[in-house]
């Protein structure tokens, strides 16, 4: 059999190039789930993250995520989603909806902008208009949906795995 010896903290894996996704929020009740957002997203080597409302990270679960995210918080999502759709980023929001794809089968552009929903909320219709497409991530199970940071960490992973070296 063989022997593990555990590395706790190894350095990042270095990247071709630059991960081309944003992550998008709108303003969520919960500054927890947001930090747990940030972390994944700086795990994830994700450069920009877009916040609204009154955001703010939690160092303890953040971490140190805020020394590489580019952290942009403004009063509504949708005027920075249409000016990142006129730059050409595909519009994708993670979210149940009759139209939406299994994140099991869904190819991302590398060129995204992941569109979190609000934990209580979802999606508001106004921000659902602007999307390109909708994923959401099967559940077998109750409650009907995972918690907001849960899907976007598995989302994030799905991303990272089509796109594995930027």
Not at 14 to 35: F, G, H, Q, T
Not at 126 to 135: I, N, P, Q, S
Request: aromatic share 6%; with cysteine; charged share 20%.
């Amino acid at each position: 059999m063989e022997e593990f010896v555990q590395k706790r903290h190894e350095q990042p894996a270095i990247l071709d190039r630059p991960r081309e996704l944003i992550v998008a929020c709108p303003p969520m009740r919960s500054n927890i789930n947001l930090s747990r957002i940030a972390r994944t997203a700086g795990c994830c080597g994700i450069r920009k993250l877009i916040c609204c409302g009154t955001a703010k990270l939690l160092p303890k679960i953040a971490r140190d995520s805020h020394e590489t995210l580019d952290i942009e918080v403004h009063r509504t999502l949708a005027p920075v989603l249409r000016r990142l759709a006129a730059e050409g980023y595909q519009i994708v929001g993670l979210e149940q909806t009759t139209g939406s794809q299994s994140l099991f089968t869904f190819s991302f552009d590398r060129r995204s902008v992941l569109v979190i929903g609000n934990e209580r909320t979802g999606i508001e219709p106004e921000l659902l208009g602007l999307l390109h497409c909708t994923v959401e991530i099967p559940v077998y199970g109750m409650p009907y949906s995972h918690n907001a940071a849960t899907a976007a960490a598995m989302a994030l992973y799905e991303y990272c795995r089509q796109f594995p070296t930027g």
